[in-house]
T-cell receptor
Framework: DAGVTQSPTHLIKTRGQQVTLRCSPK?????VSWYQQALGQGPQFIFQ???????QRGNFPDRFSGHQFPNYSSELNVNALLLGDSALYLC???????????FGQGTRLTVV | KNEVEQSPQNLTAQEGEFITINCSYS?????LHWLQQHPGGGIVSLFM???GKKKHGRLIATINIQEKHSSLHITASHPRDSAVYIC??????????FGTGTSLTVIP
């Protein structure tokens, strides 16, 4: 079992650009959550997807959007990138109605 | 105020020492995770607990639901234990709230 996989591992973008990050959940997991972790900070919840719908959302602007596909994989899209969007983006998957969660290695986004 | 507070923020210990990291939270929870994050980013869940105590090797985690407090203990610490340890609680809506982490350095 590959666990939770995220791609790419590192990414450099220019301010104002758009970025798409991808996450494949652990086998058997249908719930995917995304988190942003700024340097030296704990992760912050962005949103959670279940059954291809956004179920919960943290305090992030509409520039942050997502999608979940029928195979439960998920994408995080960020538009109009700001320097402050530079962070580690973590994806976690869990079985529905269960609190166990597994994290991916993260995507390190740098906005210049 | 953060929903989850950890202490200390930074901790340096000599190899072999007994280490305690504390976590207090202010929201209703269904469970609590202790996470380990090494340089480079990857997060590993060490424990998930909703009551009592769990032990895995040299690691022990306890939780007191009434006092909204949890502790992570490391016995006979080793340099490979050096990492950031994050307390995360799962709210009643299945949403994670994270502490800012405790950076542990174990010196040989």
């Amino acid at each position: 079992d590959a666990g939770v996989t995220q791609s790419p591992t590192h990414l450099i973008k220019t301010r104002g650009q758009q970025v798409t990050l991808r996450c494949s959940p652990k086998s058997g997991h249908d719930t995917v959550s995304w988190y942003q972790q700024a340097l030296g900070q704990g992760p912050q919840f962005i949103f959670q997807y279940y059954e291809e719908e956004e179920r919960q959302r943290g305090n992030f602007p509409d520039r942050f959007s997502g999608h979940q596909f029928p195979n439960y994989s998920s994408e995080l899209n960020v538009n109009a990138l700001l320097l402050g969007d530079s962070a580690l983006y973590l994806c976690a998957s869990s079985p529905s109605m269960n609190t166990e969660a597994f994290f991916g290695q993260g995507t390190r986004l740098t906005v210049v | 105020k953060n929903e989850v507070e950890q202490s200390p923020q930074n901790l340096t210990a000599q190899e072999g020492e007994f280490i305690t990291i504390n976590c207090s939270y202010s929201v209703g929870i269904s469970a609590l995770h202790w996470l380990q994050q090494h340089p480079g980013g990857g997060i590993v869940s060490l424990f998930m607990l909703s009551s009592g105590k769990k032990k895995h090797g040299r690691l022990i985690a306890t939780i007191n639901i009434q006092e909204k407090h949890s502790s992570l203990h490391i016995t006979a610490s080793h340099p490979r234990d050096s990492a950031v340890y994050i307390c995360a609680v799962i709210g009643t809506g299945n949403q994670f709230y994270f502490g800012t982490g405790t950076s542990l350095t174990v010196i040989p």
